[in-house]
């Protein structure tokens, strides 16, 4: 077994606490990595509080992963040991169902994907995650860092990046169309440089005129302050696609009448209570979605668009001494834009 330490929430009411576990020896497709660096995701402090029910405890969270192969089991051609490598939410899933075959294991309908953390493997052993020294996950379920990319800003990507970059390239934001993304947060943030980087005339909407810079800075042709009175007038009916990005109770009615005809507006940010539509919102053919992260395949895809586009989430660096103070910065929004944790640290 594989000796590992971390920190982990023993209860929904105490923060992640140091914690010593084993990871499983290598299976013959496993590749064990030396955590470097994990970005602090609002879903951690979510599911270690319980707050979306059915946590596991102990639990270690974390799914924004980087850091250096150790070892690769028999059967590993991925992998070599020192690869700079990366794991996000998930760990494995049925690799049969459609879903899976076609690449979007993240939807996958046998079982649903194992998550990085807070779940169980096929295997029935419980799976945790980046917020410790060591991690062991079956090579398929592993992504390769490209050279170039600064492997801390890069650890959000894994999740921040991913979500936002899935939907963007899905509903074919680009050239000639006009995408808004809702909220500057760690989601946020990702989905406006992607969508500048796909080319899209890209408009930010939010609630804080101190955003207004940053949301140019970081790729809005446009901020709109939805604030103001009347903010929604002078677009209604103009956008191809809205990308919603608020994980706190909104009205979304507003954005759903910016949408052109057949056009979509998609929610990554999860509020806790139900989205209230109004008919005549959405029945000018317009469509209300959402999405999850991307299959594994896009994920190595939109890593490599950004050591393309030279593209990483923008980050402070924070330790395991501050957890607490960062994750409650982290349900304040008093971020830019995620945090990332110094694993290396606890190898001391």
């Not at 690869?83 to 294991?105: I, Y």
């Not at 005129?209 to 103009?238: F, M, Q, R, S, Y």
């Amino acid at each position: 077994m594989i000796q590992t330490h971390g920190y982990a929430a023993p209860n929904p009411t105490t923060n992640p606490q140091p914690f010593d576990f084993e990871h499983r020896d290598l299976r013959p497709n496993d590749v064990h990595i030396e955590i470097e660096f994990c970005g602090i995701c609002h879903s951690d402090i979510h599911q270690a509080r319980d707050e979306w029910g059915g946590s596991i405890y102990p639990m270690v969270p974390g799914h924004e992963i980087v850091g250096t192969v150790k070892a690769v089991g028999a059967s590993v051609t991925k992998y070599k040991v020192g690869d700079k490598a990366a794991v996000g939410c998930m760990v494995d899933s049925c690799r049969e169902c459609a879903s899976c075959k076609d690449g979007d294991e993240q939807y996958c309908t046998n079982g649903g994907m194992t998550p990085t953390y807070n779940g169980k493997g096929r295997d029935g052993a419980p799976t945790f995650g980046g917020y410790a020294t060591d991690i062991v996950v079956d090579e398929n379920y592993v992504l390769s860092v490209p050279e170039g990319l600064d492997l801390a800003g890069a650890a959000p990507l894994l999740c921040a990046g991913i979500t936002t970059y899935s939907p963007l390239k899905h509903w074919k934001a680009g050239p000639g169309k006009k995408i808004g993304i809702v909220g500057l947060g760690g989601l946020g943030h990702m989905g406006l440089k992607f969508s500048h980087a796909f080319g899209a005339e890209t408009v930010l909407f939010t609630t804080s005129a101190n955003k207004i810079e940053d949301g140019k800075k970081l790729g809005a042709d446009a901020v709109v302050l939805t604030k103001e009175e009347n903010w929604h007038a002078p677009h209604a009916g103009t956008f191809d696609f809205i990308l919603d990005c608020v994980s706190a109770e909104h009205d979304i009615n507003p954005y759903l009448n910016l949408l052109k005809r057949d056009a979509v507006y998609c929610t990554v940010g999860l509020p806790e209570d139900p989205f209230q539509v109004a008919g005549f919102s959405i029945i000018g053919r317009r469509y209300m979605t959402g999405s999850m992260i991307g299959g594994i395949a896009e994920t190595q895809e939109m890593l490599n668009f950004c050591a393309e586009k030279g593209i990483v989430s923008d980050i402070e660096m924070t330790s395991f001494e501050k957890l607490e103070e960062a994750w409650t910065r982290v349900v304040k929004a008093d971020v830019k834009y995620r945090f990332v944790l110094d694993c290396k640290e606890l190898k001391k």
